[in-house]
């Protein structure tokens, strides 16, 4: 139906926090802003452009300098290099595109077109560039950041430390140990932590932090009149066996897994086979699969024995995390290929599971961290010597693509039979299309083509060749069954055997050397395959025969030689971030120097520990914090307390936030009835092996009413909800994702037929009410509270004057859309928006 705008949805959305303010902008270079230059640009400007603009070099070509954030700010003879933000404006990249001829740089020699479109995004980033001083001189001042010995001193590398939970002065507060933590800490500041939240307040935010949906009516009414002292419990653990439980949590992990349903980068293929290991992802978080275990399947899965052909299968399956990464793949040298996917695999497992920055170790130590650039080899070595891609059969040619492995008992083989008939396909057409053109050309007695074609493929020429001293009617009948024989081999062609995406050893593990720069052909020293020194206390062996990916997944969670500790800080800090809002460690993807000291350090160790001793259970640690009290706590202001901590590290109230666009979506079908909860394989969206087209101009449907997690994950084509919403970047791992607050978001909501759709279909639901029930029912399903008096006078006196105003169109037409514009509004409202 057509929007339908009046001034008081207008006024709601107006004055929604979150729905039309402007952007922010910070004014110092964020933490992912310097990641990127780190990792991207400094490599690149070294390579490139030290040679004449460097104050090392003791160059300035035109005046200008490269080596300091300083020296493109001021810049050169022309003026300032870049203008932040604008890249069109930026003399820089106007130098580097080679479209002016007046100004290119470097000289003689464009740079590559991955290099320059990298230094396009960074100006578009804002620049950020942590060069305060003159780099080359600051690198060398200091002792060595990337020594790994040294580097066992910082927090992070550290033994967990196992802390006893303190004394409190107000020992009725906690209701778990952890409180003891959070509150000790409020009263050595003398503040006084927020009263509970209000049981309707409280059920919403239960139901949306653990499956992502809303209640419904009926469950916030067992909620509210449960007699048990231990209802919050029994409601956490109803919610922890709910399959919706899995959708939920798992996409947190396929955040951190950079998860998608096709390739991105330079060629867009869909990836058929995706939705495999996403449904992996839900059913393990959902069966509580330890975290140890969890990790061991999706990086060596392949690799462990199995009892069952299912089992086997299912373990594989896992892998699919080490495949699903974006990757280049046209004009990419098979080399340069290998060693740009590892680099990928290394950024997220390091990330993903270790909030380290390794990816920017590639061309040079750490300019942070304790990793020289050999501790990035070691592993390199494990990753190239892991096969993720292959040639296979698409748009009827052969191409590199993800690697699929057939699955089920004879899974291998119906694979090999698909591939086969699609590889000599091509050739079979080709014959056919030659034999018609031959019989065209006998038709025009053209004998000269006819030899032609003939020389080129005699088996498929002769037929007709040999038909020409027939009469025509045999002719005809001769080129017709040969055309009825193509069809058949069409419709004969073998099904899509049943696939998943899955990592596999190469068949020459081998070490890998130092990539000097970074580059693929510039070799250094050779690096035995191992792990991280800062972590590693006693030496990993490496089977010659194998990759090393069954020994770093068993080293990431070893407690006792291993990562184990530092993995544990990382996934507690996560699953508090998800719960709390905030994680003890803001920069949940970052537990290195650039990145921030935790707010609770005592917590954050207790919470690790409990972790492990749980069996690596997630659910364990999702239970515990659920049900704490700084969990059920409201986010009612308090002015005291803002004064001493504006930002509320304290901890002194419950962060109010605003629901991801998977939540928001999920709630506006829900509330209209429309949510189909059944799980979904990705085949149903029958979409083109180039996967674009499905974002803000789907050329085939796509919004389906299933629960988001289930729809597909475009790279560079994203749902424009996603992207209004701030959905995770499927490029990279997304710990935290991004938080904005823009008009097109308000607008967003104002306009989209889904929403729109929601909003007639919950209207219709209200409908079916006696009408004194219509105004609870409405609140019930939307916001999940009750109106006050206020509220309801309002919304009565809305509903009236617009039934009045549309009586033209009839009287059931007036009361339906009196209504939708109601439901719409109040979607559009910051209380559905916010968990309070």
Not at 371 to 385: C, H, Q, R, V
Request: proline fraction near 6%; charge should be negative; charged fraction near 30%.
């Amino acid at each position: 139906m057509k929007p339908l705008v009046s001034g008081w949805i207008l006024a709601l959305l107006i004055f929604s926090p979150g729905a039309v303010s402007p952007a922010q902008s910070d004014a110092t270079p964020s933490r992912k802003g310097v990641e990127f230059f780190e990792q991207h640009i400094r490599p690149l400007l070294a390579k490139h452009c030290y040679e004449c603009h460097s104050a090392r070099k003791q160059k300035r070509e035109g005046g200008l300098l490269l080596d300091s954030q300083s020296g493109w700010e001021v810049g050169g003879e022309n003026g300032p290099a870049l203008v932040p933000g604008d890249v069109d404006a930026s003399l820089l990249i106007r130098a580097v595109r080679y479209t002016d001829d007046d100004i290119q740089m470097p000289p003689n020699r464009a740079l590559p077109a991955e290099a320059v479109a990298r230094l396009e995004q960074w100006v578009r980033m804002g620049a950020p560039d942590p060069r305060t001083n003159d780099s080359a001189e600051s690198d060398e001042t200091f002792a060595d950041p990337s020594d790994p010995i040294a580097g066992r001193d910082h927090w992070a590398f550290q033994p967990l430390s196992i802390p006893q939970p303190p004394t409190v002065e107000d020992a009725e507060w906690p209701r778990r140990s952890l409180d003891r933590f959070v509150l000790a800490r409020l009263e050595a500041e003398k503040l006084q932590p927020a009263p509970d939240a209000n049981p309707r307040d409280l059920v919403r935010r239960l139901y949306f932090q653990l499956i992502g949906l809303p209640p419904t009516p009926q469950q916030i009414e067992a909620f509210l009149h449960d007699p048990r002292p231990d209802a919050v419990e029994h409601l956490v653990d109803e919610l922890l066996d709910s399959p919706r439980y899995g959708e939920r949590w798992g996409r947190h992990w396929l955040d951190l897994a950079r998860f998608a349903d096709s390739n991105g980068l330079d060629e867009n293929f869909l990836f058929r086979e995706a939705w495999r290991y996403r449904n992996w992802v839900i059913d393990a978080v959902n069966n509580d699969m330890p975290y140890d275990r969890f990790l061991l399947e999706q990086i060596a899965g392949d690799l462990l024995p199995y009892d069952s052909v299912e089992q086997r299968d299912r373990q594989r399956m896992g892998t699919g995390f080490m495949v699903v990464g974006p990757k280049v793949l046209l004009g990419n040298d098979e080399r340069r290929q290998r060693m740009e996917v590892a680099d990928e695999q290394i950024d997220t497992i390091g990330r993903a599971i270790l909030g380290q920055t390794l990816g920017c170790c590639r061309c040079h130590d750490h300019k942070f961290d304790p990793f020289p650039t050999k501790d990035y080899y070691a592993l390199a070595g494990i990753l190239t010597s892991t096969t993720v891609m292959e040639r296979r059969h698409m748009l009827n040619q052969q191409r590199v693509m993800e690697r699929l492995v057939g699955i089920g008992s004879d899974g291998e083989a119906r694979d090999g039979a698909y591939e086969k008939f699609w590889r000599e396909f091509p050739e079979a057409k080709e014959k056919a299309d030659q034999a018609k053109s031959a019989w065209e050309s006998l038709k025009k007695g053209d004998e000269k083509a006819v030899a032609t074609l003939l020389e080129k493929n005699k088996d498929a020429v002769a037929e007709i060749a040999a038909d020409s001293s027939k009469p025509m009617q045999q002719r005809i009948t001769a080129q017709k069954s040969l055309a009825e024989k193509l069809a058949a081999v069409i419709a004969n062609r073998p099904p899509i055997p049943p696939r998943a995406m899955i990592a596999t050893d190469a068949e020459d593990p081998a070490d890998e050397a130092v990539r000097i720069s970074g580059e693929f052909d510039d070799l250094g020293d050779q690096v035995s395959r191992g792990f991280l020194q800062v972590l590693t206390h006693d030496q990993v062996e490496i089977p010659e025969d194998q990759s090393g990916r069954l020994q770093l997944s068993r080293w990431l969670t070893d407690v006792e030689h291993g990562a184990g500790h530092l993995a544990a800080r990382v996934l507690a800090n996560r699953i508090w971030h998800h719960l709390i809002g905030r994680g003890i460690v803001r920069t949940v993807d970052n537990f290195g120097r650039a990145g921030e000291v935790p707010s609770h350090p005592e917590l954050l160790d207790y919470l690790a520990s409990e972790l492990i001793n749980s069996g690596w259970s997630i659910k364990s640690l999702v239970r515990e914090i659920a049900i704490s009290r700084t969990n059920l706590m409201s986010s009612a202001h308090n002015e005291t307390a803002y004064s001493v901590d504006p930002e509320n590290r304290l901890l002194w109230k419950f962060n109010r936030r605003r629901l991801d666009p998977e939540s928001l979506r999920d709630a506006m079908l829900a509330a209209g009835g429309l949510l189909d909860l059944a799980p979904m394989e990705s085949t149903v969206w029958n979409l083109n092996d180039q996967a674009t087209g499905v974002g803000k101009h789907p050329r085939r449907r796509t919004d389906f009413p299933c629960r988001s997690v289930y729809l597909p994950v475009i790279r560079n084509d994203l749902p424009e909800l996603f992207e209004v919403f701030d959905f995770a970047n499927p490029q990279a791992t997304t710990g935290g994702r991004p938080e904005t607050t823009v008009a097109i978001q308000g607008l967003y909501l104002l306009n989209a037929e889904m929403v729109m759709d929601a909003a007639e279909a919950t209207a219709r639901r209200i409908l079916d009410r006696a009408p004194e029930k219509r105004f609870d029912l409405l609140f019930s399903l939307i916001l999940n509270s009750e109106p006050t008096s206020a509220e309801r006078e309002e919304l009565e006196s809305f509903v009236q004057q617009t039934r009045d105003r549309l009586q033209d169109d009839g009287d059931e037409k007036a009361e339906i859309h009196a209504w939708t514009m109601t439901c719409h509004a109040l979607f559009a409202s910051s209380r559905f928006q916010f968990l309070e």
